[in-house]
């Protein structure tokens, strides 16, 4: 044996808790995904591309915290350490997990206790880290959240709310979404970079949304970061990065250099990276392996961390608390019908996601009655003051969308929610149009809206999407076959008449 063989030969400690973590899978697993694990261990193994030395691969997983993503971690553990019972020696693990403003501790507790059942911190061929924005570091329970990662996905969501309407998914998942895949690059590329990364997806989900990801590049005539050779993740990341700059600039503005620039989507991923798919040796669907989630795993559904089809964002519920503030101010019915809507909405994603019924029970319990709703309503108004620094005056104002569109819905706004304004309508029309400077007028316009007198006249200048959907051509071009959205029979008045309008969120 060389003297690196040695060097990477397990520990004593190391070799008892890798058997004392197989020996925990193979309690919780039921045999017949064992023996997938073990199929799929075997076509891994066969495009590893350092097979006679296991210990020189690094596969990297993508880790979300959620329900399905936890179950994908333990079955790639579960082959790390076939491999090792087989062979003496197995590939190298890299755990990468993406965090956003939107992401309570209850996840990162999740995600602890899920590494300590697997004994991943036990393990030196494990790594687990952590991507705040552009920052990696390893992975901690106590870490606390980044104050820039928060004031750019508060940021983001106001801006992007004030265009929409506050309709869930644009406000919400858009920007969300291109920071995933931001981190996807950032821990592909990280230290020697990874030689393979492991997904869920089917090969036909994977050429979907590469064929959707480089039509939208196509629609935005956006310019791709590309590099010569670049390999197909690569190139999808640079379409991405493409649509980033696109988006962000509308979002932003063109002038916000600084901002488009720290969000862009890094493309530097090793070019011999390749994906795997376990796909075709199991299935997602957590009400097949829910005593391995909730019990050997010790993941816990908790009452904000788990919202709707998210078990790892409580976003969701604010999506939820949006449609009812929405209701009751904009189309002046109540917070209880516009909560009704969306909830109706939502179990319906669910179900169409294959949501176990219990847990799709128990969310539609989470909302059956005028005390449960009161308290979802607090809830979700603490979530958005402690997690964004939103107030509820800040929400209401997002829903109106009242400053784009040269301030269309300005004066309905004023009207209704500010009348003290109102007989200064024109000012605050000049102080948008023409940038002209009236301090006091600003820092109430701030106090309302939560943006700065800058960011208001970014969004004077921008088109606003209609309630039904149109009018915002890069939003609606993202929004464009999602499936998370449906048109729902509604009104926009106290008294009707009723209308279709569509929504959308998770």
Known sequence: ????????????????????????????????????????????????????????????????????????????????????????????????????????????????????????????????????????SEFDVDSPQREHVVRRN???????????????????????????????????????????????????????????????????????ARRDGQNGFGRVLGQLDGIAQSYFADIHGPEAVDAIADRRVSTDVPERLKFFTIYGETAYAAGDHFDLLTGFLGFQFDDLAFSFTESDCANPALMAHLRGLKAEHLFQRSYDEGMAEYVEFALNLMRKKDIPDGLVEMMRARYDSPDALKRMRLAAQDYALETFGLTEEQLVCMTYSPFAGQGEGLERFLNREHPALAARLGEIHHLLGEASDDPALAAELKRISGLEPSQLRVLYSRSVQTPGGGGAPVIDLILAGDPHKAVIETRHTQDGPNTFEQISGR
């Open 1 to 136: 044996m060389t003297t690196l063989e040695l060097d990477r030969a397990p520990t004593d400690d190391v070799a008892r808790a890798r058997d004392q973590a197989f020996a925990g899978l193979q309690a919780a697993m039921p045999p017949d995904i064992m023996a997938e694990a073990l199929r799929c261990t075997g076509r891994l193994e066969a495009e590893l591309p350092h097979r006679p030395e296991l210990e020189k691969n690094l596969v990297l997983v993508a880790f979300g915290g959620g329900k399905d993503s936890s179950y994908m971690l333990a079955f790639v553990r579960a082959m790390q350490l076939i491999l090792y019972k087989v062979h003496g020696r197995t590939f190298r693990m890299r755990v990468a997990t993406n965090r956003h403003a939107g992401m309570p501790r209850a996840v990162m507790e999740n995600i602890d206790r899920e590494y300590r059942a697997l004994r991943l911190t036990d393990d030196p061929d494990c790594e687990l880290l952590l991507v705040d924005g552009d920052e990696i």
């Open 154 to 224: 508060r940021l983001d969501i106001l801006m992007t709310g004030h265009r929409t309407f506050a309709d869930g998914r644009p406000t919400f998942c858009n920007s969300c979404n291109l920071s995933v895949f931001n981190a996807f690059g950032l821990a592909a590329a990280y230290g020697d970079g990874a030689d393979v990364l492991i997904t869920g997806d089917s090969p036909q989900e994977q050429r979907q949304y590469t064929f959707w990801v480089g039509r939208l590049s196509r629609r935005l005539q956006s310019a791709p």
